[in-house]
């Protein structure tokens, strides 16, 4: 008898024991100790986030359903849990905001039973995590949960989508989480705003063979993940437009030995931190290019925006060799390193079919010679088409680049898809430009010859619409700009106020003054950064071209010194010992006071260009001017609605 009562006894204190540990809490911080991560693995896996001691994601599950009935995060049985430690810097290959990123971070792991791991990572602006499987066969994901709680009063910026099949070139509305059904759904990056005004960007980053994440209303206080499935049927329609017709009930089959993306929150208490968080580039994975050298960041003399208006000249302008010998001229007059030729130089179908009035070998060497790059539109699926023979052509010519247009899906096939494109780019040491694309997600530190990539509404909305105003434009950076570079495509010479903007196809204009285009040059991070107007237009500007021509594409060092979402920006961006600065602001006339402390000693030539006094009118009125600057100074701008200021510090 007393052997069953120390029987039971010895049970009763297992049972203890296991509900004991299948309740355990890990509690993870960030180096400098305001942000907090509560890790929760009873029934569930769950966790929570505090910044400063304020409830910031409130308690929160993730799961992942794999093969026929196991469940990666419900009732985690942890077997052991490793905590790791980092501090030191990673040097990008191309530096879109420094040149050396300090990565520090702490992390834990909690090793589970049943083949994966959990993996939690807190820097001190934001924190991620992920799982790691690893079963020897390969595995398929059914389901992965994210439900993201938030406290009440939660607002976002929501960047609504109407399908999977999308550019995710949206703008961002700003409601109450409560308030978003669970018939509505956006795409990445979003941006949460808790009630006490601190910000949490949602994203992701390591994406590789498995879907995109998007995020779906509940029609409550969360947010909740959702993702395209496995592309079963498509339906082609013409020589771009490739829609999945029919979703698999699971995500991806792959391997069962892997890590998976990241889900990334990046935190911010004030709006200019959202400008320096790098952590998408730092949870990808490092540079898979041996001697990466050959990468060259550099501006781009753009075509298509345009509609190959150029004037002055003694030849037909359009689609043809001689015009884009003018563009190359014009290049090489202001030390432009590419220009890209759009869509038109191909026949649509056959990327081997070069229209007749096109000589590529001519145009190319005529490049060579300038010693400018030549980078070529593709459609996505003609190339996939025609894979070989493309890439062999586009090396046979020495073409130093490729704009792959209209994928507009991040299913797992079309993930691959970027993976093996910038794969065989970087093969032939040629740059990438994703158009119709998805966020940055991770890509671009693996294979750094994917410069840059649209996934934004940029300026060739002008064309056609009157969306694209200076608020957008001060939305960009703080959310989109956050998961990386971003093709905005400025450098429009013909600028217009609120009241005389018209969208006109072949002949374009801009929203806001000229100094808000300048701006953005400084202000907007793509290595490879277009001049989106006409040749011949710049060439009546040389004021304009003395800035455009000498500011850089790449950083050092970036000092934010004004920012507020939607409403005004102000950066100072270093390239070897010059500062250049951009200023910018939405519809409201804005003055600042710019603290240059973060200057060197000595005095600074400073040339700049500012709203003219009647830029308020006419928007293309602007002002260039010298002045010498010291640390000590302060600067007072003044911005006109819609408007810019932009400047060149160079030491005496």
């Known amino acids: 008898m007393k052997s069953l009562i120390a029987g039971f006894f010895l049970f009763t204190i297992f049972l203890l024991c296991q509900s004991i540990r299948a309740q355990a809490v890990f509690s993870l911080s960030s180096p400098d100790g305001k942000i907090v991560t509560e890790i929760f693995t009873g029934d569930y896996l769950e966790f929570e986030v505090s910044y400063d001691s ?49 990565e520090k971070y702490n992390e834990t792991k909690l090793i589970c039973k049943g083949g994966y791991s959990i993996v939690f990572r807190v820097y001190n602006n934001g924190l991620a995590w992920r799982y790691e499987t690893t079963y020897e066969e390969d595995i398929r994901i059914n389901r992965e949960l994210v439900n993201l709680q938030f406290p009440s009063n939660s607002m976002v910026w929501f960047p609504e989508e109407e399908s999977f099949f999308s550019h995710n070139e949206r703008y961002y509305s700003r409601e109450e989480i409560e308030l978003i059904s669970n018939e509505r759904f956006c795409s990445l990056p979003a941006l949460v705003e808790s009630s006490e005004g601190i910000k949490i960007l949602i994203s992701e980053s390591n994406l590789r063979d498995y879907p995109g994440m998007w995020l779906k209303g509940t029609g ?128 649509l179908g056959d990327l081997l079919d070069v229209v007749a009035e096109i000589d590529m070998e001519e145009i190319i060497a005529y490049a060579n010679q300038k010693n400018v790059g030549v980078i070529l539109w593709v459609i996505w699926k003609t190339l996939e088409n025609q894979w070989d023979e493309t890439f062999d052509q586009f090396e046979a010519w020495g073409v130093k680049g490729i704009k792959v247009d209209f994928m507009q899906r991040d299913d797992q096939s079309m993930v691959n898809y970027y993976w093996r494109v910038a794969e065989e780019a970087a093969k032939r040491k040629m740059l990438v430009d994703f158009h119709g694309a ?101 060439l009546r500007e040389p004021e304009c071209m003395d800035f455009l021509s000498a500011v850089p594409t790449v950083w050092d060092s970036t000092v934010v010194l004004k920012a507020k979402i939607g409403e005004v920006i102000a950066l100072a961006r270093k390239k070897g010992e010059e500062w250049y600065i951009g200023a910018m602001t939405n519809w409201q006339p804005t003055e600042l006071e710019i603290d240059l402390s973060f200057l060197s000693e000595g005095e600074y030539n400073a040339d700049i260009w500012q709203d003219g006094t009647n830029a308020n009118r006419y928007a293309s009125d602007f002002k260039k001017t010298k002045q010498t600057l010291t640390a000590d100074k302060k600067l007072k701008l003044k911005l006109a609605p819609g408007g810019g200021w932009a400047a060149i510090l160079s030491l005496k």
């Open 54 to 102: 304020v409830k910031i994601v409130d308690r929160s599950r993730i799961s992942m359903n794999v093969n026929e009935h196991e469940v990666l995060g419900l009732a985690p049985k942890i077997r052991k849990k490793i905590t790791n430690s980092v501090d030191s810097k990673v040097i990008p290959v191309v530096s879109e905001k420094f040149s050396a990123i300090p």
């Open 220 to 347: 409550s206080k969360s947010l909740q993940a959702t993702f395209p499935g496995v592309s079963l049927e498509e339906e082609q329609s013409n020589d771009r437009n490739v829609k999945v017709i029919k979703y698999a009930d699971y995500l991806a089959i792959t391997k069962g030995a892997r890590t998976f993306p990241w889900r990334m929150l990046a935190i911010a208490k004030k709006d200019a931190d959202l400008l320096t968080n790098q952590l998408s580039y730092l949870l990808a994975d490092q540079c898979a290019i041996e001697d990466p050298s050959w990468i060259i960041p550099g501006k781009v003399a753009w075509d298509w925006w345009n509609a190959w208006n150029i004037y002055g000249v003694d030849f037909k302008a359009g689609v043809n060799t001689q015009t884009y010998k003018y563009y190359i001229d014009f290049a090489s007059k202001y030390g432009i390193d590419y220009i890209i030729m759009d869509e038109g130089w191909y026949k």
């Open 438 to 538: 998805y966020k940055p997600s991770g890509l671009r530190r693996t294979y750094p010859n994917v410069i840059t990539r649209e996934g934004l509404r940029g300026l060739e909305q002008s064309k056609w619409s009157d969306k694209n105003t200076p608020d957008h434009n001060l939305t960009l950076p703080f959310i989109r700009m956050v998961a990386g570079p971003m093709d905005y495509t400025p450098g429009a010479l013909v600028n217009a106020t609120k009241e005389n903007f018209k969208p006109i196809y072949t002949q374009p204009m801009s929203m806001g003054t000229r100094c808000h285009q300048l701006a953005m040059y400084v202000v907007y991070e793509s290595p490879l950064q277009m001049l989106c107007d006409n040749p011949s237009n710049y």
